[in-house]
């Protein structure tokens, strides 16, 4: 982490005396130019923790709530956060209990300005040291679920931004797309990248339940609620208590169950089926659709004040027909993923198997350019897959092309487009995309940065 990141982490004082506040203020904004917000009331600090402080010096001694008291919150939800405890009482059993807690150290009044310079740049390092190993942990995270998500177009680039500013927030969040694009994977990251990531990811793809047990599925039932309900059982919204509820094709819900979603959603509260007792949950809401809901909003079928409710930060991901670039990026990743499987010796596309894929509408998006590619590989009885392992629909689109017009064009009159080229082509690209950053383009197509270097000899890469 830059040292000129910590203005956005302010150090906290806590302290009911208004004096002792001036004086450690005038002293750490000299000793340190950081940021100082000063509480006389402890309840106020615990308010405020989401700005996550560098620091926190709290008195121990306090009316209504303690300094202890404010330690073990403080500690319970941001552990990270170093706090030294100052206290007027010369009595190292206190001193013991605040360590014991999690205190970062421990000064006594009148505080030592000397000492007090030592323990708060000690403090403040350590907090400087744990942000920058959830900043690794997190991009690393990051890595392993964006690595799935195989792309190096702009439009995709802003999706994945999207998802890192949005997942730690407690907003619902609406993920729009056509089906086959993903939808489930960004929900996924959405989840992992969040402080939720080790409570429950329940998903309910609601088109996948008939209609009249989605209302049992998503709030559970009481034992004799209906026939063939001989158990109680616990819904989809309980078992989501403090994670993540993802409801995948939120669109195909009937109309009367929405108004039970809505009001689950609004009150945090529901009853079973059969039930009379409120049960209260704390759940992070994350639907998607490939269905136009605002026209449908338009046409009566879903209701509006669930609309807006579910669609505070809308994520729209563009079908693959608007992302040529990502076309053949995805059928290598898809043929070296499945050529191990199947025990053969393919080593890429013809030129006309390529331009045929670059044309095609792909309809079913991703999702049928995985099944296209495995297809061919089982049809390939050479090291090549050509035009004719591709289906009509597909293969039809290079007799419609006149190649020499393709950015494919080769010098070469070999009709074979060496898998190599195509590689360094997209990597060149991605390597501008990438602001000529070797270890992001690396990241983004999951490959390692020899074979990046390698790859891009000969272009401009000094300094990288």
């Known amino acids: 982490m830059e040292s000129t990141s910590l203005q956005d982490h302010p150090v906290f004082l806590v302290d009911d005396e208004r004096q002792n506040l001036t004086l450690l203020r005038m002293w750490v904004e000299k000793l340190w130019k950081l940021p100082v917000v000063e509480f006389d009331n402890?309840?106020?600090?615990?308010?405020?923790?989401?700005?996550?402080?560098?620091?926190?010096?709290?008195?121990?001694?306090?009316?209504?709530?303690?300094?202890?008291?404010?330690?073990?919150?403080?500690r319970e939800r941001y552990p990270h956060i170093p706090v030294v405890m100052l206290s007027a009482q010369n009595n190292i059993q206190v001193a013991l209990d605040a360590i014991h807690i999690g205190a970062y150290d421990y000064l006594q009044k009148p505080v030592d300005r000397d000492r007090l310079e030592v323990v708060t740049r000690n403090a403040i390092r350590s907090f400087e040291l744990a942000m920058e190993l959830r900043t690794t942990r997190q991009r690393l995270e990051e890595g392993k679920l964006f690595s799935s998500i195989v792309s190096i177009d702009p439009k995709m680039k802003s999706v994945?931004?999207?998802?890192?500013?949005?997942?730690?927030?407690?907003?619902?969040?609406?993920?729009?797309?056509?089906s086959?694009?993903?939808?489930?994977?960004i929900a996924t990251a959405l989840h992992q990248l969040s402080h939720r990531r080790d409570k429950p990811f329940i998903i309910v793809n609601c088109a996948a339940i008939p209609s009249e047990?989605?209302?049992?599925?998503?709030?559970?039932?009481?034992?004799?609620?209906?026939?063939?309900?001989?158990?109680?059982?616990?819904?989809?919204?309980?078992?989501?208590?403090?994670?993540?509820l993802f409801l995948d094709e939120i669109g195909t819900?009937?109309?009367?169950?929405?108004?039970?979603?809505?009001?689950?959603?609004?009150?945090?509260?529901?009853?079973?089926v059969g039930g009379l007792r409120p049960i209260h949950v704390e759940v992070r809401i994350i639907s998607a659709t490939n269905s136009d809901l605002q026209q449908m909003v338009k046409d009566g079928?879903?209701?509006?004040?669930?609309?807006?409710?579910l669609a505070t930060f809308p994520i729209s991901i563009p079908p693959l027909r608007d992302r040529k670039d990502d076309i053949v990026l995805l059928a290598e990743h898809f043929l070296e993923r499945s050529i191990d499987r199947e025990q053969k010796d393919i080593r890429g596309f013809t030129k006309e198997a390529i331009i045929a894929m670059t044309q095609y509408n792909w309809p079913g998006n991703v999702r049928e350019l995985q099944s296209v590619i495995e297809r061919a590989i089982i049809l390939a009885d050479d090291h090549i897959i050509g035009v004719q392992n591709l289906p009509e629909a597909i293969s039809a689109q290079a007799r419609k092309f006149d190649a020499t017009d393709s950015l494919f064009?080769?010098?070469?009159?070999?009709?074979?487009?060496?898998?190599?080229?195509?590689?360094?082509?997209?990597?060149?690209?991605?390597?501008?995309?990438?602001?000529?950053?070797?270890?992001?383009?690396?990241?983004?197509?999951?490959?390692?940065?020899?074979?990046?270097?390698?790859?891009?000899?000969?272009?401009?890469?000094?300094g990288l």
């Open 42 to 74: 402890p309840q106020e600090c615990l308010d405020n923790l989401h700005r996550e402080p560098s620091l926190i010096i709290l008195d121990i001694m306090m009316p209504k709530i303690d300094g202890m008291e404010v330690l073990r919150q403080v």
């Open 160 to 178: 994945f931004e999207l998802v890192r500013k949005s997942a730690n927030s407690h907003v619902s969040i609406l993920i729009q797309g056509e």
């Open 180 to 185: 086959g694009t993903g939808k489930d994977l």
């Open 213 to 244: 047990l989605l209302e049992s599925e998503l709030f559970g039932h009481e034992k004799g609620s209906f026939t063939g309900a001989d158990t109680q059982k616990m819904g989809r919204f309980e078992a989501a208590d403090g994670g993540t």
């Open 253 to 272: 819900m009937e109309f009367k169950l929405q108004a039970k979603v809505l009001r689950a959603i609004q009150q945090k509260e529901f009853s079973r």
């Open 301 to 309: 079928t879903f209701r509006e004040d669930l609309y807006y409710r």
């Open 409 to 462: 064009q080769l010098q070469s009159a070999n009709d074979l487009l060496p898998f190599e080229l195509f590689k360094k082509s997209i990597i060149k690209k991605a390597f501008e995309l990438c602001d000529r950053n070797i270890s992001e383009v690396a990241q983004r197509l999951n490959i390692s940065r020899t074979t990046v270097y390698r790859l891009l000899e000969g272009e401009d890469t000094e």
